[in-house]
């Protein structure tokens, strides 16, 4: 973010005219929201606290009645600026008085824990039940890694200036952070690669398609066959034209739409398959060892998922093609694997980024904060819906992931696709759903992206 602004003040645009850009932008915001209604500003010493005179002093010149509270004189030339052109008086401290409260203490500065007068402005506003509206980040938070350095109101709404930064997609901060919006400064954000994750796209299949051409997903069962099947019925849905489950189980219950193959080894050599997935259900027993090493083999765009990223590890990668490969880990597997992998670091970030690097895979972290990394992308997404912290539903998000890999066999885009298919899954099932509720909702998740 500093180096997209460094870039735009070389080329002529100064701190003071992308303040102003920033501030205007979010009072337009802000104006919406309030209708009318008086709203008080929480000013802080850098630039968020300079955004926060320039979105005061835009209010102000629309007529709204605008309180401002700062603790501390501002303390860069930018912000001085904006406080010099805010005629209006200035409260050091008091009373949060309005129903709409905006809060410009700090943004990505922050670099220390928040303490004095600061720290009680944030207390007061988290027990007021005022409208909250957070300016670039939550004033309490580390806006690079998302973590907490003073108190955390829940906010309505968080307006991020310029780009996303990594903490509108990390918990714990972007559970606070309410509706969250862009407002745009006129940066050249071309070749960032930490990103928030765009809505994708997706066509009807091309007028000459035909099941193959669309894709063959072999998804290779284990020991327990409920995972597969259920990565199966969602994978059916999401897009490849042919999907068979390779199992040597009888399968009384699968669909008469999904075909089942009993000859494993057979079907795995199938020159057709265009992509596989291994893991749910599939145990960790040397049987399911020796079926990883030879789903491994194939050389295959593969998504390993479940029991088989317990099994991974350096030896098992050895051979493999790990540009065509990625793993769909859960904080516990992302943990194994990050120990099967010699990757130590603090947060989930860091430990996704590093395994990425290390195994040269494509990591999916899903979770509350879903977090994609492959070749030299990083990936955050919009928060999900919380109904998906129920068992079965990372199977479904394997079964998507795979079926889009069958489509394309790029994995960074499968992954992305198959994470904003699945949140829209849980947000058309919602509330309370089980997993194949969930698969059976992929099919109007299509419809929404088409
Ligand atoms: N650059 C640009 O082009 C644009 C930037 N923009 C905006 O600028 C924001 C970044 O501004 P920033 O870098 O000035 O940092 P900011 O978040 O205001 O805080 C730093 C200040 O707080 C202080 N401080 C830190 N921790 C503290 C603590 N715990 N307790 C107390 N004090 C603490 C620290 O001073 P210190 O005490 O460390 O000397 C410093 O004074 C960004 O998020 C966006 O809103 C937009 O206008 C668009 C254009
Ligand atoms: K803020």
């Known amino acids: ?63 709204y009645q605008v309180q401002v509270i700062a603790p501390r004189e501002p303390g860069t030339a930018t912000a001085q600026l904006a406080r010099a052109h805010f005629a209006v008086e200035v409260e050091a401290e008091g009373q949060l008085r309005n129903p ?15 303490e004095g007068k600061f720290k009680d402005l944030l207390k007061k506003l988290s027990i007021n039940h005022c409208y909250k509206i957070a300016i670039d980040v939550p004033s309490g938070i580390e806006s690079d890694t998302g973590s907490v ?46 990103t928030m994750s765009a809505r994708p796209s997706f066509a009807a299949p091309a007028p000459d398609a035909h099941k193959y051409r669309r894709g063959l997903l072999a998804i290779v069962a284990g020991a327990m066959p409920g995972a597969s099947l259920l990565a199966a019925e969602a994978a059916m849905l999401a897009g490849a034209g042919y999907v068979k489950l390779l199992s040597e189980h009888p399968w009384p219950n ?13 079907a795995l050599d199938d020159a057709r398959n265009s992509a596989l997935l291994f893991g749910p259900g599939a145990a960790r027993d040397d049987v399911a060892r020796c079926r990883l090493a030879q789903v ?30 990625c793993i769909t880990p859960h904080e516990g597997e992302l943990a194994k694997l990050c120990d099967a992998f010699g990757v130590t670091a603090d947060s989930k970030l860091d430990r996704v980024r590093l395994l990425r690097d290390v195994t040269g895979l494509t990591v999916l972290a ?60 849980a947000r058309l099932a919602s509330p309370a759903f089980s997993a194949s509720d969930l698969a059976r909702a992929v099919k109007p998740a299509m419809a929404s992206f088409l």
């Open 1 to 63: 973010m500093r180096a997209a602004e460094r870039a735009a003040m070389d080329a002529g645009t100064s701190e003071w005219e992308l303040m102003q850009r920033a501030g205007e932008g979010a009072a337009q915001w802000i104006a919406r929201v309030a209708a009318g209604r008086p709203v008080t500003v929480l000013c802080g010493p850098g630039n968020n606290g300079g955004d926060g005179y320039v979105i005061a002093d835009t209010l102000s010149k629309k007529g």
């Open 366 to 425: 899903k979770g509350p904060d879903t977090i994609l990394a492959g070749g030299a992308t990083t990936r955050f997404f919009p928060r999900g819906s919380s109904w998906l912290s129920v068992a079965g539903t990372g199977d479904v998000l394997a079964g998507i992931v795979a079926s889009r890999l069958a489509g394309h066999g790029d994995p960074l885009r499968a992954c992305e696709e198959g994470v904003w298919l699945h949140q829209e899954a």
């Open 100 to 114: 709409v409260v905006v809060d410009c203490l700090f943004g990505y500065g922050l670099a220390r824990q928040v």
């Open 254 to 266: 699968a669909p008469a739409d999904l075909v089942v193959a009993k000859d494993v080894n057979e």
């Open 296 to 325: 491994l083999e194939k050389r295959k765009p593969t998504v390993l998922d479940a029991d088989a990223l317990h099994l991974l590890d350096p030896d098992m990668l050895e051979g493999a093609d790990a540009t065509k490969l």
């Open 149 to 194: 350095l003073g108190p955390l109101p829940q906010y309505d709404l968080t307006l991020a200036l310029g780009a996303w930064k990594q903490a509108h997609g990390l918990m714990p901060a972007t559970a606070s952070m309410g509706a969250r919006r862009l407002v745009p400064i006129g940066l050249d954000l071309e070749g960032f690669t930490s």
